[in-house]
């Protein structure tokens, strides 16, 4: 006689996606870090004094990332779009 397979609860069934999407971006930010170590130190080694990015100020998750790096803020931008449209 053969045994149904245990039904997980809801909150286990919930949890595991979550779960699996945490150790994805915890290993993604794991690479991007060790990317951006690699790219500052070829920076050193070549005379380099300043590292600096541009960001859309929306990507909250994207700075909190740069600012453990030890990024911090240093200016707002300004852009003025030149596309081709009649006035």
């Given at each position: 006689m053969s045994r149904r397979p245990r039904r997980?609860?809801?909150s286990e069934r919930d949890e595991?996606?979550?779960?699996?999407f945490g150790e994805i971006a915890s290993h993604t930010i794991d690479i991007a870090g060790r990317r951006f170590a690699w790219a500052h130190e070829r920076?050193?080694?070549?005379g380099a004094q300043l590292?600096?990015?541009?960001?859309?100020?929306?990507?909250?998750?994207?700075?909190?990332?740069?600012e453990r790096l030890g990024y911090t803020a240093s200016h707002e931008g300004l852009k003025l779009d030149l596309g081709l449209t009649s006035t």
């Open positions: 997980r609860a809801d595991a996606p979550r779960s699996r920076g050193r080694e070549s590292a600096q990015l541009t960001t859309d100020r929306s990507r909250a998750d994207a700075h909190r990332f740069y």
